[in-house]
């Protein structure tokens, strides 16, 4: 019985630490925002959230999705040897990538539809080794459980970003002052990482071996056979509106989209990314007691449904005066874009720590099935709406829509991952969904 309430305590104060970081981490962009949408203008937050894009999917790609694997061996032995696996995986991706760049630079700024975007493309084999490496020790420390470094690190990066990114901006840098801010964060994160993990760990990381890492490369395999793409499609699948809002209508467009989703999934991550990386942990050692795993699951899943409850709705019925009093007149379009997405991050809010489950079970062909449907079905609804429909404010609509429909199936099947009936998964969800749909008749048709 001590055990258990040891256990339940340790859990609860390893989520108010992440929370606590990533709650500060997540603050301090959203409160240098409004600052920022009258420092930068939509056109340059469009180039900035592209090249973000192209980084985030390309970001997966470069650790072969190794990084994954850091939580599952038994022995932290076994362990470091894959966290080094994954740094050298990404260090021949990223120079690889740079080879292309230098090759094909211009073709692929005309492709995404902007040729503002060609000198940013030569960061980006640098960008996404950062990124990869940054991933691979936060793995690292999440299986050591170091969630006070993690959460420092996300604090640290949150403030550096928003330092250059306010400072470069009041010099009138252009898209320059988001990306090098953005990227600087980014940086110091991943050195406060390395710097704990090389204190406490040196010994481990000095007793890799080649054989090793290779033996481990192939127990591992099926992470960049399926894993990968699966990871990919799905990173892609966010990123890919982003990408084809440039080419489809102009950069003030995505530049409104962009900001409207990150506005949105910010502060529903808080809570959701603290809870998923514990959950990972914990999850992990309770694979073979069904009755237990069964109970964590539900008992955060019914807490995820009442902290997405209260900012859905509000942005449903008040995103557009909202976005217009907090970022400025111009953003009233974001604001109207938000209240069309916040159904839609709602799911995405609900299932993002559950997705775990996938990682625990290696249910890698399942993730590549959904991600797959995921990513065309995004592709195609983008494009019908730019051919058919003309209009972005529709398109977005549709988007949300379709998204919040394969979401909300999506949750269910992870439930289901955990033992949790399908009564069980659908009755809170019903009636937080009937709650949120009678307020928002009542509002607009009385």
Known sequence: MFNKFKSKSEFRRNILTLMTGTTISQAIPVAISPILTRIYTPEEFGLFALYIAIASVLAVVVTGRYESAIMLPVKDADAANILLLSLLVSILISLSLLIVILIFSLEISLILGTEQLRPWLFLLPVTIFVVGAYNSFNFWHNRKKRFVSMSKSKV?????????????????????????????????????????????????????????????????????????????????SVQVPIILFTSFFNEAVTGFFSLAQRILLMPMSLLGVAIGQVFLQKAS???????????????????????????????????????????????????????????????????????????????????????????????????????????PYLTILIYGVFGAVVWFFFVLYLLS????????????????????????????YF
């Open 285 to 391: 050692t309770l694979k073979k007691d069904k009755e237990m795993l069964k109970l964590l699951t539900l008992g955060i899943y019914r807490k995820l449904l009442l902290v997405g409850f209260i900012p859905t709705l509000i942005t449903i019925l008040f995103g557009s005066d909202l976005f217009a009093m907090i970022f400025g007149e111009k953003w009233v379009v974001a604001g109207n874009y938000a209240q069309l997405l916040a159904l839609w991050t709602f799911f995405v809010f609900i299932s993002s720590p559950l997705s775990h489950l996938l990682t625990i079970y290696e249910k890698h062909k399942q993730s590549l099935i959904f991600n797959g449907v995921l990513f065309f079905s995004r592709v195609s609804i983008l494009t019908f709406g730019w051919l058919y429909i003309g209009d």
């Open 156 to 236: 640290s990066q949150s403030s550096t970003m928003g330092l250059f990114q306010v400072g470069l901006g009041s010099l009138k840098g252009g898209s320059s002052g988001l990306i090098i801010g953005w990227l600087a964060g980014q940086v110091v994160a991943l050195m406060m990482l390395f710097k704990t993990a090389w204190f406490n760990d040196r010994l481990l990381f000095k007793r890799c071996k080649k054989v090793k890492i290779i033996a481990l490369a192939r127990r591992y395999q099926h992470f960049p056979k399926v894993n990968l793409l699966s990871s990919v499609l799905n990173t892609a």
């Open 417 to 444: 991952l955990a033992g949790v009936s399908r009564f069980e998964s659908i009755k809170p969800l019903a009636f937080t969904l009937v709650v949120i749909l009678s307020v928002v008749y009542i509002k607009f």
